[in-house]
Each structure stands twice: as structure tokens, then as C-alpha cells.
């Protein structure tokens, strides 16, 4: 089945500096989404990416989706305690679908 | 903010037994979804429900499983014939359109 690889599964950091994590898919995307899921919650919608090299910010998080829209990469500048959690992006392949196929996530320490 | 809630937080079973598990989307979504995260491990795809019926389902989703929206307001899952491996964290999601997915707090399933 189709499925969404992350790397890296762990990253700790020091406050201040930067953190990204990437995704790939072997297939081309018809989307991809972002979510943040902190320690013992449930997964917070970030991001959709849709369009080939699109690329959003939100303050310090920055996205973006591959020309090939194979691959997409979660960046965050000057990293901060409160950004401690895991990371995961979730794809389509289906334009009309409604299935998010996960990937393993990437999980953010940073110590102060 | 509108939220979506899921009923009962924790639910212990034991095998064999047959469990259902609760949500009420937020008011005004119109598409539905059911996953499930084990303990350590990436959210994975279970259903997703729009109009009153099943629009895609996972692997996972086998005929063990089915979902309900029995009123307006409430969208069930239910495991008949629990297996240990079910055990696992069920997040119940909900979206206005197929775009950004709300999720519920989560219900922790441990099948003995």
C-alpha cells in the first residue's frame, strides 16, 4: 500500500537551534498535511501543501513541497521548548480521497 | 472552540468481548474518520465515513469492525471479538470538508 517515510524518527536539540524533518513518498502526492501530536495528546493539524514547490510559513515553521511532489520537510527556526512533541506529515495520493496515510513521525526534544 | 469528544478516555476489555467506542464530531463536519495509534507508533488509517456511508477503508478495517452514526450527533466505532492487538490508542477525527481534520482527545483500548 502507499505509505509516507520520515527520517529522522528522533532529533534533540538545544533551544535556539534549528530542527527540520522530512518526508517522502515513492509515489507522486496529491497532497500532504502536517500534525503536531505533544506528549500524551492527539495530533494537531498544522499545514496542507498542495501545489508542486509550494512552500508556507507560520512564524518559525516553515513547509515545503517537493517540484516532484514526492517529498516535503517541516523546518523550524530557532527551536523552543514549547515545540517539543512529534512531528508527523500525512499524505494523499487521491485528490478525492479522504484517507490520511501517516508517517512514523519524527520526535523533537529540546532542552534548555 | 468547538472540539471534538470521544467516550470513554480508557476502556479495558477483555478478549473475545466486544467493545464500542464514542465520538461526537464537531456540529457542522461533514466527513468522519476513525485511527488508531499503538503505544509508541505512527497514526494509522482506519475508515472514513461521509453521507452516511463508508468512504474508504484500511487493510486494518476487516470485519471485525464497523462504524455508525446512529443520530446526528454521535459516530461509534465498534471492535466485536477483541484481540490483544487491538490494544491501541483510537482517535476519532472530523473535517467540514476532506481538508483539515479535527482530532478527538483520544479513547485507550487495552484488551487483557
Known amino acids: 500500500g502507499q505509505q509516507v517515510m520520515q527520517i529522522p524518527q528522533y532529533q534533540h536539540v538545544q533551544e535556539g537551534e534549528d530542527f527540520t524533518t522530512y518526508c517522502n513518498s515513492s509515489t507522486t502526492l496529491s497532497n500532504i498535511q502536517w500534525y503536531k501530536q505533544r506528549p500524551g495528546g492527539h495530533p494537531v493539524f498544522l499545514i496542507q501543501?498542495?501545489?508542486?514547490?509550494e512552500v508556507k510559513k507560520q512564524k518559525r515553521l516553515t513547509f515545503q513541497f517537493g517540484e516532484a511532489k514526492k517529498n516535503s520537510s517541516l523546518h523550524i527556526t530557532a527551536t523552543q521548548t514549547t515545540d517539543v512533541g512529534t512531528y508527523f506529515c500525512a499524505g494523499r495520493w487521491n485528490q478525492a480521497g479522504t484517507a490520511l496515510i501517516f508517517g512514523k513521525g519524527t520526535t523533537l526534544s529540546v532542552s534548555s | 472552540e468547538p472540539e471534538v469528544t470521544q467516550t470513554p478516555s480508557h476502556q479495558v476489555t477483555q478478549m473475545g468481548q466486544e467493545v464500542i467506542l464514542r465520538c461526537v464530531p464537531i456540529?457542522?463536519?461533514?466527513?468522519f474518520y476513525w485511527y488508531r495509534q499503538i503505544l509508541g507508533q505512527k497514526v494509522e488509517f482506519l475508515v472514513s465515513?461521509?453521507?452516511?456511508?463508508?468512504?474508504?477503508k484500511s487493510e486494518i478495517f476487516d470485519d471485525q469492525f464497523s462504524v455508525e452514526r446512529p443520530d446526528g450527533s454521535n459516530f461509534t466505532l465498534k471492535i466485536r471479538s477483541t484481540k490483544l492487538e487491538d490494544s491501541a490508542m483510537y482517535f476519532c477525527a472530523s473535517s467540514r470538508f476532506s481538508y483539515e481534520q479535527y482530532f478527538g482527545p483520544g479513547t485507550r483500548l487495552t484488551v487483557t
Open positions: 501543501l498542495v501545489k508542486s514547490g
Open positions: 456540529s457542522n463536519h461533514l466527513y
Open positions: 465515513f461521509y453521507n452516511n456511508e463508508i468512504s474508504e
